[in-house]
T-cell receptor, first 112, second 111 residues
Framework: GQSLEQPSEVTAVEGAIVQINCTYQ??????LSWYQQHDGGAPTFLSY????GLEETGRFSSFLSRSDSYGYLLLQELQMKDSASYFC?????????????FGQGTELSVKP | DAGVTQSPTHLIKTRGQQVTLRCSPK?????VSWYQQALGQGPQFIFQ???????QRGNFPDRFSGHQFPNYSSELNVNALLLGDSALYLC??????????FGSGTQLSVL
């Protein structure tokens, strides 16, 4: 089977750095994606790691290590608007057509 | 560009009824996927449509069916509604690659 594990909640203060981890069990996949979802809103794409290593997009960075079955999303210079749920997701080799498997999500609360 | 639009935004039904949800993909996108998201959970894949055909299906019963039209818009139909079908239903469109564009969803409540 395929599963992704994330912490359910993370709390941090404005201006800080926070890391949201994602560990997975899947026999093979194309890459690891991250999505952000504000309450009642649409999930929005943040980043995608096709290869091992770090991808940086502004204040957000994402990392993948296939050998460790592990990835993370790093948010820097936290802002109140970053309070949201964050989901990691994978598309396995055996799911032609783009079925994404999502983790349960991590609710990030940014405090003043 | 309007992005992915879904209608209606909210819906209340009773057990046993049938419901149809609608989705218009982002301009230029030809692939539509539907997801079910229960409160506090990640989205669960229902099925995906491409070229008016169901290309892939998740672990959902046959009560869940769909359709894609020549203009790439799509419908999700759920028959014989159960209380457990209460959830946020998300539509996502894509053209190629890994990035999905999601709509804001339809919040379905089954009483």
């Amino acid at each position: 089977g395929q599963s992704l594990e994330q912490p359910s909640e993370v709390t941090a203060v404005e201006g800080a750095i926070v890391q949201i981890n994602c560990t997975y069990q899947t026999s093979g996949f194309y890459g690891l994606s991250w999505y952000q979802q504000h309450d009642g809103g649409a999930p929005t794409f943040l980043s995608y790691n096709a290869l091992d290593g770090l991808e940086e997009t502004g204040r957000f960075s994402s990392f993948l290590s296939r050998s460790d079955s592990y990835g993370y999303l790093l948010l820097q210079e936290l802002q109140m608007k970053d309070s949201a749920s964050y989901f990691c997701a994978v598309r396995s080799f055996y799911n032609q057509g783009g079925k994404l498997i999502f983790g349960q999500g991590t609710e990030l609360s940014v405090k003043p | 560009d309007a992005g992915v639009t879904q209608s209606p935004t909210h819906l209340i039904k009773t057990r046993g009824q049938q419901v149809t949800l609608r989705c218009s993909p982002k301009s230029g996108h030809d692939t539509v996927s539907w997801y079910q998201q229960a409160l506090g959970q990640g989205p669960q894949f229902i099925f995906q449509y491409y070229e008016e055909e169901e290309r892939q299906r998740g672990n959902f019963p046959d009560r869940f069916s769909g359709h894609q039209f020549p203009n790439y818009s799509s419908e999700l139909n759920v028959n014989a509604l159960l209380l457990g079908d209460s959830a946020l239903y998300l539509c996502a469109s894509s053209f190629s690659g890994e990035k999905l564009f999601f709509g804001s969803g339809t919040q379905l409540s089954v009483l």
